[in-house]
């Protein structure tokens, strides 16, 4: 039998995060300061099915009509309510090439928060990218009043000649766009002209004259506002810093245990960046200096496959092939808490505008002292209220007033206090009168005692004169 030990996780603060996984399945995990802090799956959106793979996933994060898109596996490419998981249409991203979307799958994925709000309609933009390089934007105006799609502005272009494209993202300003993959060096692309403005180049042989091949496996902008500084991770464990500003081969590297990056991730400092890599190791590097600064504590028994920085509170979330989704704390790299979810997971979001808080109704406060006038009907329940107990105990209380004024005049006044009588000098009256029936039977009892004393004592002498006279007439 396997050693199985029993972690003890101290919870994370509110957080609501929505998972990806292999059977196209988007799970919905929230954690509340009620419970303690631990993390439960409140939601599941659709039904199992290999097909509807989630292959990428983008999020427009705002407080007010946000927006989920979804790449799945089949071709299909949905938008939908991240709050309550429902559709808003579905349009599919068979290429012009009349390629299956098995061959050519996407890789990448963004939905732009740019959006053209109007009366009647509004518009919602898409960039996809295949693994062939088939790069588009395209934006579909859909109708309030109906669920109708229509297509608007679209526009296609190719950003490799080979090899297939494996990592993609968009800038902070949604302006620049960086690809890289398999046999693609990583290049940066204006997204309003479609030109392609840099492209890296591969670094030098090492001491031993060996060429590393080129593999790019996942890619993240250092800030969201610099475009001009990204990182991105190698399928030889390498980390890498570019700057198109400095020069095309990269500034920093930095090796990470023995296998594949497979997920990175920017802090909210621009400096910090969290790595994952295929055996479940997870660590977080400086990138000023190159530094390690320390792997997260415990192990993931699965490849990690996103890492997911919360906004505001110091924690990252990540999922991968192990099917658990863990929130580990930035400061102290401890585990905070984590979820099975039973699926190979893919891809991680945090909701950052998620709130803890109830809604509390606040009811009207009941003055005690206010009196309600018979057959009134209550403003809550619209019933009647019966007050006869009320009229009874009132009666009652006037009535041993009514007495106590005549039979003590000036001595039974009595004085109100928090709406009840309190008797006072009827009370004194009443210890005074005890008193003397007390001391009257105490009185009496005495000259009872003594009267029969006095009655033993004259019985006892005239017994004893009969005696003599008895005697005396013996004699």
């Not at 509110?14 to 439960?40: C, N």
């Not at 939908?80 to 050519?104: K, M, R």
């Not at 088939?134 to 080979?162: L, Q």
Request: net charge neutral; hydrophobic share 30%.
């Amino acid at each position: 039998m396997p050693r199985t030990t029993t972690l003890e996780c101290p919870g994370c603060p509110p957080l609501r995060a929505l998972t990806f996984d292999e059977l196209g399945l988007i799970k919905v995990t929230e954690a509340r300061s009620k419970q303690g802090g631990v993390p439960k799956m409140v939601e599941r959106w659709g039904d199992p099915d290999a097909s509807k793979c989630v292959l990428a996933a983008s999020m427009v994060d705002r407080k007010f009509d946000p927006l989920l898109a979804v790449a799945r596996k089949n071709g299909s490419i949905e938008v939908l309510n991240p709050l309550n998981g429902d559709l808003h249409f579905s349009v599919s991203n068979v290429s012009e090439s009349g390629a299956q979307p098995g061959e050519d799958a996407v890789s990448g994925l963004h939905l732009f928060a740019k959006q053209n709000l109007e009366l009647d309609s509004r518009s919602c933009t898409l960039l996809t990218c295949t693994t062939k390089g088939n790069a588009s934007i395209r934006s579909y105006e859909v109708t309030k009043s109906a669920a109708d799609v229509t297509s608007g502005y679209s526009r296609t272009w190719n950003v490799c000649t080979g090899g297939d494209i494996l990592c993609s993202k968009v800038d902070g300003t949604e302006s620049y766009s960086l690809f890289g993959g398999k046999r693609v060096e990583m290049n940066v692309w204006d997204l309003e002209n479609c030109a392609k403005i840099w492209t890296s180049k591969s670094p030098p042989k090492n001491s031993l004259g060996i060429f590393t091949p080129t593999w790019f496996t996942t890619a993240t902008y250092l800030s969201k506002d610099d475009h001009r500084k990204f990182v991105v991770g190698t399928n030889s464990h390498e980390v890498r810093l570019y700057d198109i500003s400095a020069q095309r081969r990269p500034v920093i590297s930095v090796n990470f245990r023995e296998t594949p990056i497979k997920a990175v991730a920017e802090d909210l400092d621009g400096y910090t960046i969290y790595i994952g890599n295929g055996s479940g190791d997870l660590a977080s590097v400086d990138l000023r200096t190159g530094k390690l600064l320390g792997c997260f504590l415990g192990k993931c028994s699965g490849s990690i496959r996103s890492i997911a920085r919360h906004p505001e509170y110091p924690v990252i979330a990540s999922c991968g092939l192990d099917s658990y989704l863990r929130v580990w704390n930035v400061k102290t790299r401890e585990l905070l808490s984590a979820v099975f979810l039973k699926q190979h997971l893919t891809k991680v979001l945090i909701d950052s505008h998620f709130s803890d808080e109830e809604t509390k109704v606040t009811l009207p406060a009941v003055d005690e002292e206010e009196h309600i006038a018979p057959g009134t009907p209550s403003e809550e329940d619209g019933e009647t209220l019966s007050v006869k107990k009320k009229k009874s105990k009132e009666k009652q209380r006037s009535k041993k007033e009514a007495k106590a004024e005549s039979g003590n005049g000036e001595a039974g006044t009595s004085y109100e206090e928090d709406g009840e009588t309190l008797p006072v000098k009827k009370n004194k009256s009443k210890e005074k009168k005890r008193s003397k029936r007390e001391a009257k039977a105490e009185s009496g009892n005495e000259e009872a005692y003594e009267e029969n004393g006095a009655k033993k004592l004259k019985s006892k002498k005239s017994s004893k004169r009969l005696k003599r006279e008895n005697l005396d007439e013996e004699i």
